[in-house]
């Protein structure tokens, strides 16, 4: 947590000056992102909400992202922009959020089923404007999981800070 407090600090300081908010889909980094949010005081006047969307039921019934509207986005394969993209628009709709973050990746030991190797994530940043910034990260770390979800953590709240510079 020691490299996402500064992060969510700094993030924390904008999004209360600009009066806007967040909510957070993450899946590998475990709620990581959430909890350095949350860690700041006064969080409440910026952060929305979030979940650990960790499965298909998950997603399912928390974001309420059926699978025909993953075929419809051509999003089908859970660990791509494509997928990170759609989540995230969809997380920024359903919470009224001046930006939704999401997060799905393969932390390890093992890659994940669709045979992307371990210590690879995909995140999206939904913004306002219908600004939206996705990016794929790979550590190249294949034993390491916790090591793999602090770096997704990290990336996921750097990307949203670069977006709020």
């Known amino acids: 947590m020691q490299t996402l407090l500064p992060l969510a600090e700094e993030i924390a300081v904008l999004l209360k000056a600009r009066g806007e908010t967040v909510a957070v889909s993450e899946s590998s980094t475990g709620g990581l992102v959430s ?24 997603r399912e019934v928390l974001i309420d992202l059926p699978a025909d509207k993953l075929i419809a986005a051509g ?11 759609l989540l995230s628009g969809v997380l920024r709709d359903q919470f ?6 999401a997060e799905i990746g393969a932390t390890g030991p093992a890659g994940s ?6 210590g ?4 999206a940043l939904a913004g306002p404007n219908g600004l939206v910034e996705a990016m794929t990260v790979s550590t190249g770390v ?5 090591s793999n979800m602090r770096v997704f953590a990290a990336e996921s709240l750097r990307l949203l800070l670069k977006n709020l510079k």
């Open 142 to 146: 294949l034993d390491n999981r916790i």
């Open 113 to 118: 089923r669709y045979g992307d190797p371990a």
């Open 96 to 101: 009224t959020a001046t930006w939704a973050l």
């Open 75 to 85: 999003a089908q394969k859970p660990l791509s922009e494509a997928f990170v993209t």
């Open 120 to 123: 690879t994530a995909c995140l």
């Open 35 to 58: 909890a350095a949010l949350l860690s700041v005081p006064g969080a409440s006047a910026y952060y929305l909400g979030g979940a650990v969307v960790y499965t298909k039921k998950a």
